[in-house]
Every structure is written in C-alpha cells, then in structure tokens.
C-alpha cells in the first residue's frame, strides 16, 4: 500500500479523511481546487470544506467509503482556480497509515480525460428526472452535442452533434440574438431562461426555454458550455387557451354590462329594438335573433341581419292566442326552447316552421318572454342556433335576466310615451289658438316641448284683439317643468287677458299682474314679454319683465336687437311699476319674440344667439318668407342650441 506521503504527491487534488470526516492531510491540488490554503482545511470536516451544493454529495461519498470498506465514485464540482467550477470523477476508498495504524479514506480525482462522458451521467439523470433536454456546446468547434435527458425533449433533436449554424437556422429569428448572448455569455453559475422558438424537422413551432453554465470538465480538462432545454409547447398551449379564454368571458362580461346599458339608456322602442337586434345574437352565439312586441293582441316581429324580413312572415301579425311557440311562450310568460323540426311539428302542429337561407329548413330556436307569469304581455326575443342546439342553464338564466331587463325598459318607455302624449295633449289645450285674422298683420306661433319629454312645459305665448282694436302680443316663460308650472303658466296667462281688457297700456297689465301674483305669495316666478300694436299706424308699445330681448327684422335683410324696459320677473317683488316704450313697426318688417331656449344654450351665449336668430328672420324677410316659415325656420335653428328646455317663438309682420 501506498504511504499517505506518496498519496497526497500525486497531481490530481487528493486528501485523507478520517473515519469519522475530519480533514487529516490534503495536497496543494487540493487546497486549490477547493480555494483555500491547506493549513486551513485541516482538522475541518470534509463535507464543510464544499460547496454547499456540493456538500451533502462530498459527505455521502466519504461516509459509504468509510462504512463500506469498499470504493465508492462520485462525480463532484470543485470552485476551481479560474473561477469557472471543475467537474471531476472523484474515488474514495480506505486506506491504512502505515505511520500510526489508522484507517483512513483516501478521496482523489481520477483522470477521465479519455473517457469525459462519465463525468455527465449524473447531469443526464438529473435532467431526465427534471423532464429536460441536455445539450453541450464545444465553441472552438462551434458544434452542439446534445446529451439526451427527457425523451420528449430529446426527440426535438434526433441529430446527437450538429454545427451550431444549424442549430441557429432553426430558431426563430426574432429569436436567434437571445440565443447567441446564452452561448456567448454563460456564466459559471446557471444563466436565467431564455424563451426561443424551434421549428423542428417533422413538427411545428415548439416554445422552448433554455440556460446555460460553464464548467470545466476534468482536472486540467477542457472548457464547455452547458445548457438545458426544457419543452413549454404544451404548457404554452394551455396558457393560451387560459389566457384567451379569460379574454372571451371578460369581452363576454364586458358585452353582456353594455347590453345592459343599452337597454337601460333605450329612450323609444326603437332604440330598444336597435339594442336588441343588433347585441342579442352575438352575445349568446346565435345565428341571428328576432324580437316580437305586442300591439293589440297582434305580434309585430322584427330581425337582424342573420335573419330575412321575409323569412319570418308568417309570424307576423300571430295573434297572440295562436298555438305555435312564439305566442305561447309571450302568452305564458315561460321561455321554450325547441331543439329541431321534428320537436315543434309534434308539439306545434299547426304552427308555422319559417325555413331560413342560412341554416336551411331545420334548426333549433330559443325564446325568452319579456315579461313574466301574471304579468300584462310585451311581446318576446328569439334566436336561431343549429339542429339540437340546447342552451346550458346558465345561458338559460342570463337570456332571462336581460329579457327582464328589456321588459323593465319597454314598460318604462311606454310609460313614458303615455306620458309624453298626456303632457302635449295638456299642453296644447293650454296654449290658445292665434286668431286667424288680425288686421294690417301677420302672425304665427311655434311651440316644442322639453327635450326629455317628460314633463308640461312653462313656455307660452298669446294673441288677441284689445277692446280698443290694438293687437296684443305675449309670450313668456314659467320657472319649472311640471304640472305646477303649467297650471302657474294658466294663471299669468289668463290673468294678464284679464287686466289687459281692463287696462290698454303694457306696463300697467304687469303691474298688476305682478301685485296679483305677490299677493298669491306663489313659490314660482315668470317672465314675460307684451306688446301692443296699432295695426293701422304701426306703433308698438312693449315692455318686459325680465325677459329676452325682442328681435326686428327688416325687409333689407339686416335686424336689430330691442331692450325693452321694464322691471323683474313677475311674482317675487311686490310694488313695481314696470315702464314701457313706444316706437314704430315698418311694413314688410317683422317682429320675433322668443323664450330663452332658442337663443340660449351649454354652448352658445345668449347675445350669440339673438345674433343668430336675428340674422335667420332678416334673411326670411329679405327672402319673401312669410311668418309661418320664419318662425319654422328659427325653430328649426333651435335644435342645435342644445338647451334642455321648451321652447317658443311668436313672428309678427306688419304687412
């Protein structure tokens, strides 16, 4: 046997353990390869003197030595001088002193330089075990061998050594610089992943991830660059499909909250059909969709473009006692759902089977009442899926969910309209009718009600004959927009008729006016406009109180705006005097009194407005309009002011 003497002098890194683990001699290769001085290592246990990746394999293979009696061999990684880790084939085995009689374990690296494969078994097995590729890079030769590891991964790469060049034409070419910086740069300890894709021989695309390490194989061996691959085709596959799938419920979710919306922000049943047929179908799936409404016990049916008008004429019209689905299912109150021809022609016998272009003769169809069991009958929402179609349960609930949300909406658009027709009924009834001839004028009235449409307005205007033979022209504005405002607008207006048979003069009509009003102590305020005219000289007298200017027109086409004096809005100062002016009306000159929301808007000023109407009712003078198509053409110039408010406009013309 070998002296311990003879056993640390060789070249390779060698040391002496005792049984129990303790450093008891080690050579300068030694030391160096585990990057400490030898008077450091001694006495210390072996395993601690290790990486510590490396430390519980150090210590398994001096403990089975030591145990055994027998050699043991392992493969471990020392730090190395270079900085670049040494993977070496390691033996330990015992060994007797002849100096003192001890056992001890001698622990030296073999020299694998013809044979540096079975440094990488342990890599291969641990890559295998991983369910990952290996693969070694020789960069003087510029070759890739790989290794072998998971059969899966090793399939992508049937050629064991290949040029580098080849490798690289294979990758994806936005991604063949991150290849070339994992070659160029790897580090002694593992680089993080890099994604490329591989297209291989007999496959498509593979997402793969790959990194690297460098290591030196053997004492004194040569330098290689490492790396593992590992395969996340698969996985990045299914995180697509998550990912997408997560997409469609959001945009699904999405879809579903602005069809809510829509049916909720619906003014007229025509917005609401608009938001029905053109959301339905797409929401659920289908090929097209319809929408059936009653109106007095008759269906009026209508379609999106994924079903023809024509192809559903035979439901049109259906009574609503008709035995086929769709009347039945509104008549109910319960959704249907048939899955085929044969299914309705059994249960439906006499009802109509319309055949579609797109989905030929048979499909499956699904209706959803929009109103429930009890309730008085709206009407209904179909759609059009293939043969043996049937919607899950959920589906089932949110078709019924929306259709109840589209009933809540039509019920209050009905409500509304009936409400619309009720306030312009009162309306009208409250806004007098203009003599039909008024001596040496020309007069026409224009009234439109609030945008919203919901309430009475408090705009007004009025004509009539004075007991001395002047015309008397009004028109004003009551604060507010409901039935109080109305009957407010009733009051000033017939009051103001009152006293002007009394009283000739303007300013003494709102005077008392207002004396009458204050003492009434309402909790509204009007303005108001008067003018009298003597249609045989043309001298007008007017006075305001807090109302919009007057506008003239002159047959010239230019026009002026007229302050008339006055005083505040009638009903909140008590003991005013208005005043008034006299000043005279030219033949073929025109007159335009107005409420302030013809002239003033969010984005128009009130003296931009006057400007405007102004320069509208001088061009239809110049133009030979008479008042009717004056006071149509300012209205009609009304719209674009964007007031929220009613409006009116009274045109006189001295002809």
Not at 66 to 83: C, N, R
Request: charged residues 25%; negative net charge; aromatic residues 6%.
């Amino acid at each position: 046997m070998d002296t311990s003497n003879e056993l640390l002098q060789r070249a390779c890194p060698s040391a002496l353990v005792t049984l129990d683990g303790a450093m008891h001699g080690l050579n300068e290769a030694m030391a160096s390869a585990l990057g400490r001085p030898a008077e450091q290592c001694l006495g210390r246990d072996f395993g601690d003197l290790w990486p510590t990746s490396q430390r519980t394999s150090a210590e398994s293979l001096v403990g089975h030595a030591a145990k055994t009696s027998t050699a043991a061999m392992g493969v471990l990684e020392f730090p190395g001088q270079s900085e670049v880790p040494v993977v070496c084939l390691v033996e330990a085995r015992q060994v007797k002193d002849p100096a003192g009689g001890e056992q001890l374990v001698w622990v030296h690296a073999l020299d694998a330089g013809n044979d540096l494969r079975s440094l990488l078994i342990p890599f291969r097995l641990a890559t295998e075990a991983a369910d990952l590729g290996l693969w070694m890079y020789s960069p003087h030769r510029d070759q890739l061998e790989w290794l072998g590891g998971a059969p899966v991964v090793a399939a992508l790469f049937p050629d064991s050594t290949a040029p580098f060049s080849r490798v690289i034409s294979a990758v994806h070419p936005d991604d063949r610089e991150g290849f070339r910086q994992l070659l160029r740069l790897a580090p002694i300890q593992q680089s993080p992943w890099v994604r490329l894709r591989y297209l291989t021989q007999h496959d498509d695309w593979h997402q793969l991830a790959a990194r690297t390490r460098r290591l030196q194989l053997g004492y004194g061996g040569p330098e290689r660059i490492f790396g593992v691959v590992r395969d996340d085709t698969k996985q990045e596959k299914r995180k697509q499909k998550a990912q997408a799938a997560l997409a469609a419920e959001r945009q699904r979710a999405k879809d579903i909250a602005d069809f809510s919306s829509a049916l909720i922000a619906a003014a007229t049943e025509q917005e609401l059909q608009q938001v029905v047929l053109t959301r339905l179908a797409a929401t659920f799936g289908a090929w097209g969709a319809l929408l059936a409404l009653v109106d007095e016990d008759r269906l009026l049916v209508s379609t999106d473009a994924g079903i023809a008008r024509r192809e559903v004429e035979a439901l049109q019209g259906l009574r609503l006692g008709h035995p086929s689905p769709l009347p039945e299912a509104i008549r109910t109150g319960r959704p249907l759902f048939v899955p085929d021809r044969k299914h309705h022609s059994h249960r439906w016998p006499h009802g109509p089977f319309p055949r579609l272009d797109r989905v030929g003769s048979d499909y499956a169809f699904a209706i959803t009442p929009l109103s429930e069991t009890g309730d008085q009958p709206l009407g209904a929402w179909g759609m059009v899926y293939d043969s043996g179609y049937r919607p899950s349960l959920d589906e089932r609930t949110l078709m019924g969910t929306l259709a109840n949300l589209a009933g809540q909406a039509l019920r209050r658009i009905q409500l509304q309209q009936a409400r619309v027709e009720l306030a312009t009924a009162l309306q009208k009834t409250m806004l007098p009718t203009l003599p039909e001839h008024l001596p040496g004028l020309e007069v026409a009235a224009r009234y439109r009600p609030s945008r919203c449409g919901l309430d009475v307005g408090g705009d007004w205007y009025d004509a009539f004959v004075m007991s001395d033979g002047a015309i008397a022209l009004e028109i004003g504005d009551v604060q507010g927009h409901d039935v109080d405002a109305a009957a407010f607008m009733g009051q000033v207006r017939l009051s103001m008729r009152a006293i002007a048979d009394q009283e000739p003069d303007p300013a003494a009509v709102l005077t008392r006016t207002n004396e009458l009003l204050t003492a009434m102590d309402p909790a509204r305020f009007a303005s108001c406009t008067m003018l009298c005219i003597d249609p045989r000289g043309g001298r007008v007298t007017g006075t305001s109180a807090g109302h919009v200017p007057v506008l003239c027109a002159h047959r010239d086409g230019s026009h002026d705006v007229r302050e008339l004096p006055g005083g505040p809005v009638l009903g909140v100062v008590p003991g005013i005097e208005y005043r008034e002016e006299t000043f005279a009306l030219d033949e073929d000159t025109a007159l335009v009194m107005v409420t302030d929301g013809v002239v003033e808007g969010p984005g128009l000023t009130l003296e931009a407005g006057l400007e405007r109407a102004g320069t509208l009712a001088a061009q239809a003078v110049y133009d030979g309009l008479d008042t009717e198509e004056t006071a149509d053409r300012i209205l009609d110039a009304a719209v674009a002011v964007d007031h929220q408010d009613d409006v009116a406009v009274l045109v006189i013309r001295r002809t």
